[in-house]
Structure formats: structure tokens, C-alpha cells
């Protein structure tokens, strides 16, 4: 279901789907009883890898929305070296922004290491466990799920919430949260839980119609 927490993944590739929605090269229209129908995939084409800064070596994941004429990408576990100033090799999560015209081309905040900063910061409580544990594969992830754009009011992002343990895909689903990222920024708010624990992990969201 979710990725492992050693790093498998190079720079993730991008791959644009073209949908037809009705007549090729028109608009698709909502039928009068406002019925959408659903989209029907024409090509794909892969148009390369998304840049990243020097020092990082892999990133998982990758969900991205627009924003106006910018693209905001959220990764998953960030891997770098050299270590970033506060003295780690890794981030649970990472966020870029690209132009429209170039969606490969992505920029970030960094650190004066060269490393990215953290999308989604961990509460007082979770920097503590984190802390206290030998190692980066004991620890608590913010994963990143999908994310959709709200116009002026930013992009909403989903993050699944887990206690990762050593060992391949060995982890613990504490929830999903929403948060919010305004719109230009690639540091996300944290808008508290969805679902928890005990329910589905829903962290992909789709938006149909309104």
C-alpha cells in the first residue's frame, strides 16, 4: 500500500495523460442533468525527469496540483547527502514548486547545507519520538497522498500518518490529515485529522464535476 522507508526510487518521471471528455479539441460540457462522464485516456507520453537539488540522491512519491500558473509537486521520504544543517539525511516529505510552461523544472527553499526543508512540520510530540529513537527507520512519517487545488484559498494536500518500523513495508497507520498549502508556498499547515487509525486509508483524493 505505501512505499518502504529505504530508498528505492530515482527522480520520479512525469507522465502526462491527454483526456477526451467529448469532441476532440472542444471543451467538455456537464449534460443538462449535470451527469460528468468519465474520461477516456487518448496517449501518454513521458516527457522526462523532475529536477531536484544537487545534494539529493532520491524521493519518493510525487502527487502535484495547479496553482494558478505554478505546479506544486509533494514528495514523499527525501533523501540527501551531504546532511542538512540541523544535521539529518532525510526528510518524511518534500514540496516544490515548477511554472506551468515547465513542469519539470522545479525549485525549492534550501537550507545553507543545500538541503530541502520538511513540507509538512512535525508537532512538538512527534519531534520528540522521533528523537528518542536509534534510528530514521523507528520513527513517525507524514506520507504524502493527493492533492487538490482550491483556487485562492491554496491547495489542499492529504498525508498519511504512520509509525515506521525497521523492515520492509513494516508500519503502523496511525491516520490521515488534510493540510493546506497557501498559494506560492511549499511549507504546508496542518489542518488535523481525517480519518484515524482504524479506518481505510484514504489518501488519494479525485475531484468529479463540482
Known sequence: MKRPSTP??????????????????????????????????????????????????????????RQGDEILWFFGDTFFHPASSDGVNYRTNTAALA?????????????????PFQAIPFTAEEEAYNDSTASPNERIALWPGGL????????????????????????????????RFAPGSTTATRLGPLFGADDPVFDIPMVRGD
Do not use: M, Q, W
Open 8 to 65: 528505492t526510487l530515482g527522480a520520479v518521471p512525469l507522465v502526462l495523460c491527454l483526456a477526451l471528455l467529448g469532441a476532440c479539441g472542444s471543451e467538455p460540457t456537464a449534460p443538462p442533468d449535470r451527469t460528468v462522464r468519465d474520461p477516456v485516456v487518448h496517449s501518454v507520453i513521458e516527457v522526462g525527469a523532475i529536477a531536484e537539488p544537487s545534494n539529493v540522491a532520491t524521493r519518493d512519491g510525487g502527487a502535484s496540483a
Open 148 to 179: 487538490i487545488s482550491r483556487g485562492a484559498e491554496g491547495i489542499v494536500g492529504f498525508a498519511n500518518k504512520l509509525y515506521v518500523h525497521p523492515g520492509l513495508l513494516n508500519y503502523d497507520h496511525i491516520g490521515v490529515e488534510l493540510v
Open 99 to 115: 511554472p506551468l510552461t515547465a513542469p519539470l523544472a522545479v525549485t525549492e527553499p534550501l537550507d545553507a547545507a543545500g538541503a
